[in-house]
C-alpha cells in the first residue's frame, strides 16, 4: 500500500494526540487506525525546534579542561631568537641548561608538585623550548618563581654575529657557572583552575656588555667562555635581564 507524504524521524516521537515536546511542539499527529480501511493514509508532522532533527546534546564543557588545569611555566626571548638584538648583533642559537625551576607557594619551597630539575630551554631555527606544566599545583597563593638553585652548573650557549668593525663576525659564547634568579611572583591558584607565568630573558643588556672587538679568534669566529674577564659582566646582565611577561596571572 502507498502511503504518500509520510514523514519520518530518527528520534524517538509517540503518535499521539497534540501534545508539547523539548525545544519544539508537536502541532498535530493523525493517528493511524487502520491500515486497511483507509486506501490512502497522509500523516503530517509539523515539528519546530530541535524536533527538526534529534535533539542537541546539553552537554556544552569543555573536555579537555580537566587536562590544562595548573601552573603553565612558558619561556621566551626579547627580541626573538633566532633574530636580531639591536643593530650590531645577531643571535641564530641561545641553549639555557637550568639545574632547577621552582614555583613557590604557600606549601613552601621544595614542594615537588611544583618543582623540576634539568631544564633545556633552546632556541634555533624551527625550535623553541615547552612549556613545563605543574598539573598537580595546590590551590594558594604563589609569591616567586626560582631558578637555578638545584645545585648543579647553569650552562650558557649563544651563537650569532656582531658588527666589528664595519664588518659582520660569528662569535660564540660559553659559560658554566652556579648561578640563581628568584623572580617575585603574585598570584593565586584557585582549585580546579589554570594560570600562566611567562618568563622572559631579555638578551640586550647581555650582548650589550660583551666586548666583541677584544675576544680571541678560535676557528674563524670571536669567542667568550668561562675564564674570560668579560664573562662576570656578561653574567650579571643576563640573570638581570630574566623577568615575568606582562600576561602573568
Given at each position: 500500500?502507498?502511503?504518500a507524504?509520510?514523514q519520518?524521524?530518527?528520534?524517538?516521537?509517540?503518535p499521539?494526540?497534540?501534545?508539547?515536546?523539548?525545544?519544539?511542539?508537536?502541532?498535530?499527529?493523525e493517528?493511524?487506525?487502520?491500515?486497511?480501511r483507509?486506501?490512502?493514509?497522509?500523516?503530517?508532522?509539523?515539528l519546530?525546534?530541535?524536533?527538526?532533527?534529534?535533539?542537541a546534546?546539553?552537554?556544552?564543557?569543555?573536555?579537555?579542561?580537566?587536562?590544562?588545569?595548573?601552573?603553565h611555566?612558558t619561556?621566551?626571548?626579547?627580541p626573538?631568537?633566532?633574530?636580531?638584538?639591536g643593530?650590531t648583533a645577531?643571535i641564530?642559537?641561545l641553549?639555557?641548561?637550568?639545574s632547577?625551576?621552582?614555583?613557590?607557594?604557600?606549601?613552601g619551597?621544595g614542594?615537588t608538585?611544583t618543582?623540576?630539575?634539568?631544564?633545556d630551554?633552546?632556541?634555533?631555527?624551527?625550535?623553541s623550548?615547552?612549556?613545563?606544566l605543574f598539573?598537580?599545583?595546590?590551590?594558594?597563593?604563589y609569591?616567586?618563581v626560582?631558578?637555578?638553585?638545584?645545585?648543579d652548573?647553569?650552562?650558557l650557549e649563544?651563537?650569532?654575529?656582531?658588527?666589528?668593525?664595519?664588518?659582520?663576525?660569528?662569535?660564540?659564547?660559553?659559560?658554566?657557572?652556579t648561578?640563581s634568579?628568584?623572580?617575585?611572583?603574585a598570584?593565586?591558584?584557585?582549585?580546579?583552575?589554570?594560570a600562566?607565568?611567562p618568563?622572559?630573558?631579555?638578551?640586550?643588556?647581555?650582548?650589550?656588555?660583551?666586548?666583541?672587538?677584544?675576544?680571541?679568534?678560535?676557528?674563524g669566529?670571536?669567542?667568550?667562555?668561562?675564564?674570560?674577564?668579560?664573562?662576570?659582566?656578561?653574567r650579571?646582565?643576563?640573570?638581570?635581564?630574566?623577568?615575568?611577561?606582562?600576561?602573568?596571572?
Amino acid at each position: 500500500m502507498h502511503n504518500a507524504g509520510l514523514q519520518t524521524s530518527t528520534c524517538a516521537v509517540e503518535p499521539r494526540d497534540a501534545q508539547a515536546v523539548r525545544d519544539g511542539t508537536l502541532i498535530a499527529v493523525e493517528k493511524i487506525r487502520s491500515m486497511v480501511r483507509a486506501p490512502a493514509l497522509t500523516a503530517i508532522v509539523v515539528l519546530t525546534g530541535a524536533l527538526a532533527g534529534c535533539p542537541a546534546s546539553d552537554d556544552t564543557g569543555d573536555p579537555d579542561a580537566a587536562d590544562k588545569s595548573g601552573l603553565h611555566v612558558t619561556w621566551s626571548t626579547a627580541p626573538v631568537v633566532p633574530g636580531p638584538v639591536g643593530l650590531t648583533a645577531s643571535i641564530s642559537r641561545l641553549e639555557l641548561h637550568v639545574s632547577s625551576v621552582r614555583v613557590i607557594g604557600d606549601a613552601g619551597p621544595g614542594d615537588t608538585r611544583t618543582s623540576k630539575d634539568s631544564v633545556d630551554l633552546k632556541w634555533k631555527d624551527g625550535e623553541s623550548p615547552s612549556d613545563i606544566l605543574f598539573k598537580e599545583a595546590p590551590a594558594g597563593l604563589y609569591s616567586s618563581v626560582d631558578l637555578g638553585v638545584g645545585g648543579d652548573l647553569e650552562q650558557l650557549e649563544i651563537e650569532g654575529s656582531a658588527l666589528i668593525g664595519g664588518s659582520w663576525m660569528d662569535f660564540e659564547i660559553q659559560d658554566q657557572a652556579t648561578i640563581s634568579a628568584s623572580l617575585p611572583l603574585a598570584l593565586t591558584l584557585a582549585a580546579g583552575d589554570s594560570a600562566t607565568i611567562p618568563i622572559v630573558f631579555d638578551l640586550g643588556p647581555a650582548l650589550a656588555a660583551v666586548p666583541f672587538d677584544q675576544l680571541a679568534i678560535e676557528e674563524g669566529r670571536r669567542h667568550l667562555d668561562t675564564g674570560d674577564a668579560a664573562m662576570a659582566a656578561v653574567r650579571a646582565a643576563l640573570i638581570a635581564g630574566i623577568h615575568l611577561g606582562p600576561t602573568a596571572r
